[in-house]
């Protein structure tokens, strides 16, 4: 079974902090994606990391695969409110066509 | 533009009905997912199809069963529902090339309570 295990679990945060979720797993994944869910709704996919030690930036937000690819992590920098919701990695096998979900950081963001 | 589309949204079972949640989507992808998500947690998989006609059993198989009816169509049952059910599935389809999926689409997901 492969395990992906987030850190932290919660995470409640003042605008304009930074902050970093991270991702782990004792498996190799070929791909690794990072979602993000709000309250009601299906998770939406933010990026995806295909190449070990990649680097890639949406905005506020950095994500890097690790260079054996089995963890990854998600940096936001000056946090904002419209970032509080459920941040979720997802990795991919190289065998099948199987897509596994981490455990979940949720981050609020206050003024 | 559908995408992804579950049904029912909501549900309320007694303990030992069976019920099949459907699921579809448009976008001609070859792999279809069932999710289940519990209260501040993230997603299990219960069942995932690569593509049509294949079924496998994902992390928390037990007391679920799915058909894959076609390329579109990927439903989930419940023979005989128990409280630990009680959950919210998700339904999700992506393509996978090579070895690397794409993005992953999501149903609105299904609140089912099993009292």
């Known amino acids: 079974t492969q395990l992906l295990e987030q850190s932290p679990q919660f995470l409640s945060i003042q605008e304009g902090e930074n902050l970093t979720v991270y991702c782990n797993s004792s498996?190799?994944?070929?791909?690794l994606q990072w979602y993000r869910q709000e309250p009601g709704e299906g998770p939406v996919l933010l990026v995806t990391?295909?190449?070990?030690?990649e680097v890639k930036k949406l905005k506020r937000l950095t994500f890097q695969f690790g260079d054996a690819r089995k963890d990854s992590s998600l940096h936001i920098t000056a946090a904002q409110p419209g970032d509080t919701g459920l941040y979720l990695c997802?990795?991919?096998?190289?065998?099948?066509?199987?897509?596994?979900f981490g455990t979940g950081t949720r981050l609020q963001v206050t003024l | 533009n559908a995408g992804v589309t579950q049904t029912p949204k909501f549900q309320v079972l007694k303990t030992g009905q069976s019920m099949t949640l459907q699921c579809a989507q448009d976008?001609?992808?070859?792999?279809m997912y069932w999710y289940r998500q519990d209260p501040g947690m993230g997603l299990r998989l219960i069942y995932y199809?690569?593509?049509?006609?294949?079924?496998d059993k994902g992390e928390v198989p037990n007391g679920y069963n799915v058909s894959r009816l076609n390329k579109r169509e990927f439903s989930l049952r419940l023979e005989s529902a128990a409280p630990s059910q009680t959950s919210v599935y998700f339904c999700?389809?992506?393509?996978?090339?090579?070895?690397?999926?794409?993005?992953?689409?999501f149903g609105q997901g299904t609140r089912l309570t099993v009292v």
């Open positions: 999700a389809s992506s393509e996978l090339f090579g070895s690397s999926a794409t993005e992953a689409f």
């Open positions: 498996s190799v994944f070929s791909s």
């Open positions: 990391v295909v190449t070990g030690g």
């Open positions: 997802a990795g991919a096998s190289g065998t099948a066509s199987k897509l596994t």
């Open positions: 976008m001609n992808h070859n792999s």
């Open positions: 199809s690569a593509s049509e006609g294949t079924t």
